[in-house]
Structures are given as C-alpha cells and as structure tokens.
C-alpha cells in the first residue's frame, strides 16, 4: 500500500531551525517523484520543493536561500532542512508522492501525508 509520512515538525522560536522528514513507502515505481508543500492558516496551498527520482532535487525561489531540501539517489526519504525561521513560516507542511520520478508536475502527486505542523513564535 501507498504510504507518504512525515515527522520533524515542532514548535520554535524566530531564527531557529528545524528538519522534517518524508519516508514513502510501497510504491510501484521504485523511486517515485516526491515533492513538500506547506499551508499557511487561510491561505492556499505552496509549493516548496520537488525531488526526482535521481535524487535531484529543485525547490522554490522564494525560499530556497532558508528552506534546503535533499533525497538521497535511489531512496524514498526526502529532508528538509529549514533555517532562520520567521513567525510566517507557521504553517502544515505535507510531503506528497507519485509517478515514476522522472517528470514530476504539481499533479503528478497521488498519495500525500497527513502533514506536519510547523509554528514559529516572536
């Protein structure tokens, strides 16, 4: 079965740091793309980062000089490392999977975890 899970959530203090992690588990496609998003309270959903299946991994201008995300090549754990975190980097943040990893869309996600709540306090 299907299965996207993240953990690392928490709660800090602005500046501060915090690492998340995502394990997919029993999919067809050895390395499927996965991808972290995040939902601010009221707002829609953003985009983060998207790992292929090699590994390679691209992420989102406007946060990827703080958010750093990594996937080893051949393996279904994507980290994200997040630094100097500011009281608008409250949020849930979900790791999602799907496809075959070599061309990952936004829609190429069929399985997303149940998210991981992130708060940042000033």
């Known amino acids: 079965q299907e299965r996207v899970e993240e953990s690392g959530g928490g709660s800090v203090q602005t500046g501060g740091s915090l690492t998340l992690s995502c394990a997919a588990s029993g999919f067809t496609s050895s390395n499927p793309c996965m991808g972290w998003y995040r939902r601010r309270l009221g707002q829609e959903r953003e985009w983060i980062a998207t790992s292929y299946h090699d590994g390679n991994v691209i992420s989102s201008e406007s946060l990827n000089n703080r958010f750093f995300a990594s996937r080893t090549n051949g393996q279904n754990t994507l980290v994200l490392q997040m630094i100097a975190l500011r009281p608008d980097d409250t949020a849930m943040y979900y790791c999602?999977?799907?496809?075959?990893?070599?061309?990952?869309?936004?829609?190429?996600?069929?399985?997303w975890g149940q998210g991981t709540q992130v708060t940042v306090s000033s």
């Open positions: 999602a999977a799907g496809g075959r990893g070599a061309v990952c869309p936004g829609s190429v996600y069929n399985i």
